[in-house]
């Protein structure tokens, strides 16, 4: 167990800031480019931790507690999840909903602190993520009732092993389908195009990065540390599924391992090959993937 | 005392709890004095009624007493058992908040008659909820259940300048009468059946035929539907918890509805077996009036009107965990069907804790900035921090949160849910799928509107002037909130204890059936040590972070260049929820916009209004409520008030008699 802690905390502080200098790092190959270095994010977070913050007399203590709770929760949410065969640390029946809860605390307090500078732009894109959440939340259920019921097991442990069923079994189809909706939940929970776009500043459309326009230095640096980690945490979701079971534990996590990273590079080539929706069509995008992970379902229960 | 027994205590409450109701009177216009008198009663009795009720709750005995009047043919019972000792130990435990509460919320001019009639109405309603729910006849029942309404119905409109809240009274009033009429039917049709008004002879209900058992469930629904603010019934909630003052909102919304839960689950013990529509019918309404419930709290201007619409979310998700509770139990999904009681059982308590804290903290802003509306408050956590933190810890307790109370028994329903899903194959695992599925989306709205309230309400800069020199609230209604807050973080922390504590009103309703706590829960003590350490590590982290030096503070928020903002600028709770109403919402739920813009050469004055209604009350109740009135008023044409006229109208009814009597 104590093993599998270490692992975890590994992965979750040393990896996941690579995630993000993989997909910028595909981007600007696709886009022609030779794009940043694939530490950027790495250089980026020791320089936004060596600075001093401007904070809004507005704010209260809520402001700086955002991002606090934003790296604390992912942190803490990754414990419950197996990372390849490395199983989670913690792990009992119906840990899924503590999964889904959790994160919606970390997502209570980022949209609180950024209630708290009083700017519109903010609010704007608090009530994005608060909306947005709505039609997300039920794609990831329906997904985790697809692998439990698949499973027999209400534990993300015992959830997220390697698909085992041929693809051309009912199983096998919504386990696919209940894929692509995670991938499609990653690129919603961690504001990716075509949900939204990361690079933009001061546009009217944005959703993550308008919520955070007011902090800066290390508490930046807790909100883009927090990201990371969520995105990678997205990634493994999926990396769980997909990963071939030989036996070996090394073999296996090195599999889990390059699954994960060529999964941010999917995420890069999505956008590539994508602009932003516009606002008015997410919600039509989101109740589409909900379908779709209820088609899973249905396929499953027939 | 040789035998200070739970069911003594509770006596003993009663009477203290009526002491405290007809004393207050006698102090005449000397508010302060009747002050002291009805708080000390309510306080006493309800101490003393606590105790007793969480004594009857450990034990799980069963007591009654009697008294009858041979000659006038009455007979009332009282009688406490496991599931009236869960009932009343929010109804007690609410009854002491709220009268510590009052004593600083309740400000009054130094003589008036208004602090004899708060306390007075306020100590009956104390003594007629903890009557209704130890009332072992249907007469005493019934008779506390009126005196419920009226002592409710008068705290309701206990501000007599609003002409708002005489409304809201009114409509909550007709409404409480109707729902009454189905159980004075209900009760009617049971004395027939079993020749007594007691409880305990109703045994002879479970040889019912299924059709009269389901006859009486719909009347147990309709009748306790309309009082717990079951969805299509719950129009007169809104408006009647939105009006009160808000210590009596946090017990009409905590305890007073939920008596009718108690009542409702009373006589479902009763009924044979059900048919299954039974069960799908309660949970279905349960389910559609959550998802409206919140949608309509999401949208609301005024705070109360929002948190009473949180309300009706709140009873629905008790009644799902009932309704497929009645459905599961006797299919094989026993292990599912106990989950869901369990959780609709602690769904009752972990409501009362933190809607009383929510109504508290919203009674301090109200107090604070003399204003309901949400867009009109804000910068509040900075000038009030002690009601601010509490607000947003009830926030997250009711957004299910961890480590509040919320999770454990949202826990305990999506629990069930999934096991019965899991338990069950085709359409049915579909259903209890589906019911998940919902149940997350409502957990993703509740979370918008807490964090549209305490965003809004609490953050950014002060909208209006009475926001700017809000101030805190006094001592009382501090230590109020702070034991409603210790209630919800108790119970989150400590979730095996307490859910150990559903044992006895599980033996009354569910005899036989396993502990919840066999359930494989992870409540166990690694649980209470991970959570408690989870808060305090939270609290300690924001606290570090919070003292930390290195910052430049003390400008004005970035507004993308913009170098004067103002409030006016500042995001509202209308814009907040905008997006989801118009992308989410359906189109019931919108609100209706009055006025148009007009397109003339020159500019000219327009209105333009938006006006947020409640679907049920304003598409279905006041149609069919107006129709009854045009229909009564058309009867009026044979009244024409001419004294002849009527002198006729004898005349012609006695000839027809006659002739009646005659040829039949």
Redesign the interface.
């Known amino acids: 167990m104590l093993a599998s802690l270490f692992f975890h905390l590994l992965l979750l502080l040393g990896l996941s800031p690579l995630l993000a200098g993989i997909i910028n790092r595909v981007k600007a190959k696709v886009g022609g480019r030779r794009g940043q270095p694939l530490l950027q994010l790495y250089f980026d977070l020791a320089k936004l931790f060596r600075k001093?913050?401007?904070?809004?007399?507005?704010?209260?203590?809520?402001f700086?507690?955002g991002?606090?709770?934003g790296i604390?929760v992912p942190l803490?949410a990754a414990l419950l999840l197996p990372l390849g065969p490395v199983p989670a640390v913690i792990s009992?029946?119906?840990?899924l909903?503590?999964f889904?809860?959790?994160l919606?605390?970390a997502?209570?307090f980022t949209?609180?602190a950024?209630?708290?500078?009083?700017?519109?732009?903010?609010?704007?894109g608090?009530?994005?993520e608060?909306?947005f959440?709505?039609?997300?939340?039920?794609t990831?259920?329906?997904v985790f009732?697809v692998l439990?019921?698949l499973a027999?097991d209400?534990s993300l442990n015992g959830m997220f092993v390697p698909v085992r069923a041929g693809f051309n079994t009912p199983a096998g189809i919504a386990m696919s389908l209940a894929i692509i909706c995670l991938f499609i939940v990653l690129l919603a929970e961690n504001c990716r195009i075509p949900f939204d776009d990361p690079n933009t500043h001061?546009e009217l459309t944005m959703i993550h990065e308008v919520m955070v326009?007011?902090h800066s230095?290390?508490?930046l640096g807790l909100i883009l540390y927090g990201a990371a980690m969520k995105l990678l945490l997205s990634a493994t979701l999926i990396a769980n599924l997909l990963r071939p079971a030989t036996g070996s534990p090394l073999l296996d996590t090195l599999a889990f391992l390059a699954i994960t990273l060529l999964l941010a590079g999917a995420v890069g080539l999505v956008e590539s090959a994508m602009a932003r929706l516009r606002l008015?069509r997410v919600?039509q995008l989101l109740i589409g993937t909900s379908l779709l992970s209820f088609l899973a379902?249905?396929l499953l229960?027939? | 005392m040789p035998n200070l027994t739970p069911f003594f205590c509770y006596q003993l409450a009663l009477g203290v709890l009526l002491a405290g109701a007809l004393l207050p009177p006698a102090a005449g216009r000397h508010n302060r004095l009747a002050g002291i008198l009805g708080a000390a009663g309510a306080l006493t009795g309800s101490a003393l009624g606590l105790a007793g009720a969480g004594l009857a709750l450990l034990d799980g005995g069963f007591a009654t007493a009697q008294w009858s009047w041979g000659s006038l043919g009455l007979n009332l019972c009282l009688r406490l058992d496991g599931l009236a000792a869960f009932f009343l130990v929010p109804v007690f435990l609410l009854v002491f908040l709220g009268a510590l509460y009052a004593t600083g919320y309740l400000h009054l001019p130094a003589r008036s008659y208004q602090g004899a009639r708060h306390w007075f109405c306020f100590n009956l309603l104390a003594l007629s909820m903890a009557l209704v729910v130890g009332a072992g006849d249907s007469l005493l029942f019934l008779l506390s259940w009126e005196l419920m309404s009226l002592a409710s119905f008068f705290l309701v409109i206990f501000d007599l300048a609003d002409e708002g809240a005489k409304r809201a009274g009114w409509i909550y009033l007709v409404a409480t009468h109707l729902g009454t009429a189905f159980l004075f039917y209900m009760f009617f049709e049971e004395y027939r059946l079993s020749g007594s008004t007691e409880f305990a002879a109703l045994t002879v209900l479970t040889s019912l035929p299924v059709a009269g058992a389901a006859l009486f469930f719909l009347l147990a629904l309709l009748g306790f539907g309309t009082k717990a603010g079951l969805f299509p019934l719950h129009s007169w909630l809104p408006e009647a918890h939105a009006a009160a003052p808000s210590h009596v909102s946090a017990l009409m919304s905590g305890v007073m509805i939920k008596t009718a839960v108690y009542a409702f689950l009373r006589m479902v013990t009763f009924l044979p077996p059900l048919p299954p529509w039974c069960g799908l019918l309660a949970a279905g309404l349960g389910m559609t009036g959550a998802l409206a419930g919140i949608a309509l709290a999401s949208i609301q201007n005024d705070l109360k009107r929002s948190l009473a619409y949180s309300t009706v979310e709140n009873i629905g998700l008790i009644f799902l965990g009932i309704g497929l509770w009645l459905y599961c139990r006797g299919r094989g999904l026993e292990v599912a069907a106990t989950l869901l009681l369990a959780g609709a059982l602690l769904h009752v308590w972990n409501h009362a804790l933190f809607k009383s804290l929510l109504f508290f903290g919203a009674g301090s802003l109200l107090h604070a900035t003399g204003t309901r509306e949400i867009s009109r408050m804000?910068?509040l956590?900075?000038r009030l921090p002690v009601t601010g933190g509490l607000l947003?810890l009830g926030a997250?307790a009711i957004?299910?949160?961890?480590p509040l109370n919320g999770?454990i028994s949202?826990?305990l329903l999506?629990?069930g849910l999934?096991q019965a899903?899991?338990g069950s194959?085709?359409?049915q695992?579909?259903l209890f799928?589906f019911f998940?599925?919902?149940l997350?989306?409502v957990?993703?709205?509740v979370?918008?509107t807490?964090?549209?309230i305490?965003?809004?309400c609490l953050?950014?800069?002060p909208r209006s002037p009475e926001s700017r020199v809000a101030r805190e609230a006094g001592p009382a209604m501090l230590t109020a909130m702070t034991l409603a807050a210790l209630g919800c973080l108790g119970v989150g922390i400590l979730p095996g204890q307490v859910v150990g504590l559903l044992a006895a009103p599980l033996a009354v309703l569910a005899p036989g059936a396993m502990a919840p706590n066999q359930a494989?829960?992870?409540f166990g003590p690694a649980w209470s040590a991970a959570a408690l350490l989870?808060f305090l590590?939270?609290v300690a982290?924001?606290a570090c972070?919070?003292r930390?030096r290195?910052?430049?503070?003390?400008?004005?928020?970035?507004?993308?260049g913009f170098g004067k903002?103002s409030?006016r600028?500042?995001?509202t709770a209308g814009?907040?929820?905008?997006?989801?109403q118009e992308?989410?919402y359906c189109v019931g739920l919108q609100p209706t916009v009055s006025g148009e813009r007009r397109q003339d050469l020159f500019p000219a004055a327009w209105q333009w209004w938006t006006e947020l209604i409640d679907p049920i009350l304003a598409r279905g109740f006041t149609p069919i409520f107006a129709r009854i009135t045009s229909l009564a008023a058309s009867g009026r044409t044979i009244q024409s008030g001419q004294l002849s006229l009527y002198f006729t109208y004898f005349f012609a009814a006695t000839i027809l008699l006659l002739g009646w009597a005659i040829f039949s």
Do not use: H
């Open positions: 001093r913050m401007v904070i809004s007399a507005t704010t209260t203590w809520l700086r507690a991002p606090v709770v604390v803490l009992f029946s119906g840990d909903i503590l889904v809860y959790l919606g605390l997502r209570f949209i609180l950024a209630l708290d500078t009083g700017s519109s732009f903010e609010g704007m608090a009530a994005r608060a909306t959440s709505i039609l997300v939340e039920p990831i259920f329906v009732i439990a019921r027999g209400f001061l326009l007011d230095g290390p508490d008015i919600p379902l249905i229960l027939r | 804000g910068g956590l900075r947003l997250g957004g299910a949160l961890p999770l949202e826990w999506y629990l999934l899903g899991q194959v085709g359409g695992a579909f799928m998940v599925i919902l997350a989306m957990g993703a709205v979370l918008l807490m964090s549209r305490i965003g809004i953050l950014g800069e494989g829960l992870p989870f590590a939270l982290l924001v972070r919070y930390w290195g910052v430049d503070a003390g400008l004005a928020t970035w507004g993308c903002p409030p600028m500042s995001y814009g907040y929820s905008q997006l989801a992308t989410v």
